[in-house]
């Protein structure tokens, strides 16, 4: 792994809310930066909006709005939820930017020699911008699953992309690694989808079909279609192709996917950066879905989970916590507000704040705030450090709690209250509570290193209570508990 670093996230539409999904994209690759930049490497960091295409006209004329007016006030909302989750971006994307549109014309050019023109009949789904085939519609009876709408059936000229010509290529950088897709089991499901070859893919629809969009270089009648307009998204941030320092991060070392996208990225984009002789991504990491109750998120249900929510209500750590943990990384999760009101209460407030208020609070009354020879716990952070590689970011958190859990016994077995106690008659107590004391505060500052990457703020006071040596008055805990979903009901919050 070099010194300079990129890592991207898939860029939303901006016609509706953002959701828990495009949450978790900048979660997971927040995660990753945060814990690389702890290592002192120099990490590149993209979000983005994707503002092109028939929804985006649809829903800016629902709203009396030219389709400019209206993304340049959608995504708008999705800038604030990246800041909200603490995503610490260094690059931030508009397909509508005028670099960006320029860039994609180019890369059309430079793929010019595997483009050509076609006429297309087939099933479109508008909700998701996308081609199906007879048996994917044949096997949802011609219902779009993900938005209940029926297939269209549309047939239009169009310019294609040989995507079909990189099968091979793209087969053998696959398997061999070169293109890593993360878990297995989404690897195999991919070779699986491709294996009767990649298929050739429609980049472009008529004008009379797609008017918002960019125009098809020497084709005023052809619009690009999202597809080929949004991934290169990924490089035309960088400043490809006319800033040369796009070379220093390209190829990213991991681009962070959804699995319901991960034939677009690991078919035609990869096909799009073969055309134009540029290196593959080397990690795909592909996470699931999460539910609510074991049921899909649906707004007719009534259960989509709004990111904004939780954080106002539990506030940033806990959000992070929560999807970081008990979420796994690379799969489908669940969520409801009493499982996360119970890892809130139990793992949050009683665990790990219950756990720095007993240390700092014996520390200040035994030893006037000063702490000892402080001495570092002799865990093996083996284990948390290959999660983290493993990019199983949820078994990296499980062994913080390991660690937090071993020291709250270690206190409870060593009894501190009672060798403070003993100090009057024993002159060895003293120096043996400076010991216990100094292990648990090197404990600590242990931990809070361990959850710098998840946990930023919680981290911050952790490290900032006890690596100078001198503990000060706390102001309040770290985590209050929060009683609320005792029930699933929704009540107004109390804190006590």
Known sequence: MGKNLYITTAIPYVNGAPHIGNALDYLIADIWSRYQKQNGREVRFQVGTDEHGNKIAAKAAENNRSPQEYVDGAYVDFENLMKKVGAEYTDFIRTTDGHHKGAVQYIWQQLQPYIYKGSYEGWYCQGHEAFFTDKEVEETDGICQDHQTPYERVNEENYFLKASEFTEQLRDAITKKKMHIVPEFREKEFLELIKDGVKDVSISRPRKNLSWGVEVPGDPEQVMYVWLDALSNYITVLGYPDSPEWKDYWPAEIQVVGKDILRFHAGIWPAILLGLGLPLPKKLLVHGHISSGGSKMSKTVGNVVDPNEVIDTYGLDAFRYFFARHIPTLDDGDFTWTKFENAYNTELANDLGN?????SKMILQYQAGVIGESTQAEH?????????????FNKALDQVWVNVRSLNRYI???KPWEVAGRRE?????????????????????????????????????????????????????LFPRIQIHASEEKTTPTAT
């Open 355 to 359: 756990l720095v208020a007993r240390v």
């Open 380 to 392: 093996d952070m083996q284990l948390y450090r290959d999660a983290m590689e493993r990019l199983e």
């Open 412 to 414: 409870d077995t060593v």
């Open 425 to 477: 008659t024993d002159p060895e107590a003293e120096p043996h509570l400076s010991e216990i004391l100094g292990y648990c505060a090197g404990s600590l500052v242990q931990i809070g290193d361990l959850l710098v990457p998840f946990m930023p703020h919680a981290a911050a006071k952790i490290l900032d209570t006890f690596e100078s040596g001198v503990i000060h008055e706390q102001d309040g805990v």
